[in-house]
Each structure stands twice: as structure tokens, then as C-alpha cells.
């Protein structure tokens, strides 16, 4: 069973880099899968952030790409996220997910539960 | 960028009630690059139904997916307790890109 699991500080101040990370669990990210970030602020919806390829391959939401980086590391079966430069409406929920294969590719089918990060000095 | 609007905003129905649930898109798009998400409080998303009409794994024969071109809908055929929650669609676009309507909750009346 595929599990996903993100990691944050919870509490960032403004101006400074958030650094994300998700662990995967159940399956080997070198193997195959798209993987992604998206966030949600609190009472509001769904915004994708960023996604990368088990190839390497990256693509970013270009609301974002400024001041993104996503990257994975195969050996410790995650993948990351760092925003910089972050402010109070970069407070959210951030979630990792899986993006689905064939007929589900333009899905996401497989969540964590999310980490909640407060942009706050 | 391809744009979803969801209505209505909100849905009040009684458990045992049809859900009808509307998602439409800015321009065409495919229907093979559409799904739908159920979100409960304190919970992530669950994937519903992806290329607009197919169930997810698991997910019950009650919630079904439809449409083409610009209007796509999400029906709950008869609404169970646990189907009280927020519902978004979402497009999957060629750049790539990943967009999400702005959701809608179906509530208890």
C-alpha cells in the first residue's frame, strides 16, 4: 500500500524559504510516477504547485515557478519542496500526492495528509 | 489557462437525496483530463472519478461522473451520510498544468 507522508517546521517568517518533504512509502519513486505539491489555504481550494517526473522531468505551476523548487532524492524515496521568499498568503495545508497512470494520468490518486505551514513572524 | 466554475456553492439535501453537482470549463477540454476530488474536514482529498466518468478504485457505484466539451456533472444517486463533504473538479491541461474548480459542499438540509 502506498503511503505518502509530508514533512514541514510548521512556522515560517515572512521573507523566509520553506523547505517540504515527502516520504514515500510502499512503492520505489525511481520506479515509475509522476509526484507533486499542492496546497490549500485555510476555508479556501486547491492549488497545484509544483510536479516531477520519476525521470527527472519538472514542470511548475507558473503562478510559482519564480521562487519554487521541487527535487527528489531516489535514495531516500522522497521528494521536496522549497518556496522562497514566503508571506502570509503563502499560509496553507501542503500536500504531497501522486499523479495517476493511464486512463487516471490527469489525476492526483494517492494524497498525504497534508502539513500545515503558518507564515508568521 | 482553462478556468472551472463550480456550482452551486453550496447544496442542501437530505441523506437519501440525488446530488447533481456542476463543473464547468472556461473552454473545451478533454474529457480524458478530467476528475473529481471529495474532501472531508481534516482530510486530504479522495480521488472520485478521473477521465470524467471512470470510478476510482473503491469508490462506490452511487457517485457517478459525466459530460463532455465545456459542462461536466457529478451525481450522487441517493446521498449517504459520509458523502456530506467539499467536492472539486479538476482539469489536467497540456502545459502541464493541474487546475481545480473552487468547490462545492453539499450540506445537510
Known amino acids: 500500500q502506498v503511503q505518502l507522508q509530508e514533512s514541514g517546521p510548521g512556522l515560517v517568517k515572512p521573507s523566509e524559504t520553506l523547505s517540504l518533504t515527502c516520504v514515500v512509502s510502499g512503492y520505489a519513486i525511481s520506479n515509475g510516477y509522476d509526484w507533486g505539491w499542492i496546497r490549500q489555504p485555510p476555508g479556501k481550494g486547491l492549488e497545484w504547485i509544483a510536479r516531477i517526473h520519476h525521470s527527472g522531468t519538472i514542470h511548475y505551476n507558473p503562478s510559482f515557478e519564480s521562487r519554487v523548487t521541487i527535487s527528489a532524492d531516489t535514495s531516500k524515496n522522497q521528494f521536496s519542496l522549497k518556496m522562497t521568499s514566503m508571506s502570509a498568503t503563502d499560509t496553507a495545508l501542503y500536500y504531497c500526492a501522486r499523479r495517476g497512470q493511464g486512463l487516471a494520468m490527469g489525476a492526483f490518486d494517492i494524497w498525504g495528509q497534508g502539513t500545515m505551514v503558518t507564515v508568521s513572524s | 489557462e482553462v478556468v472551472l466554475t463550480q456550482s452551486p456553492g453550496t447544496l442542501y439535501l437530505s441523506p437519501g437525496g440525488r446530488a447533481t453537482l456542476s463543473c464547468r470549463a472556461s473552454q473545451s477540454v478533454s474529457s480524458g483530463f478530467l476528475a473529481w476530488y471529495q474532501q472531508k474536514p481534516g482530510q486530504a482529498p479522495r480521488l472520485l472519478i478521473y477521465?470524467?466518468?471512470t470510478r476510482a478504485t473503491g469508490i462506490p457505484a452511487r457517485f457517478s461522473g459525466s459530460g463532455s466539451g465545456t459542462d461536466f456533472t457529478l451525481t450522487i444517486s441517493t446521498l449517504e451520510p459520509e458523502d456530506f463533504a467539499v467536492y472539486y473538479c479538476q482539469h489536467f491541461g497540456s502545459s502541464p498544468t493541474w487546475t481545480f474548480g473552487q468547490g462545492t459542499k453539499v450540506e445537510i438540509k
Open positions: 477521465a470524467a466518468s
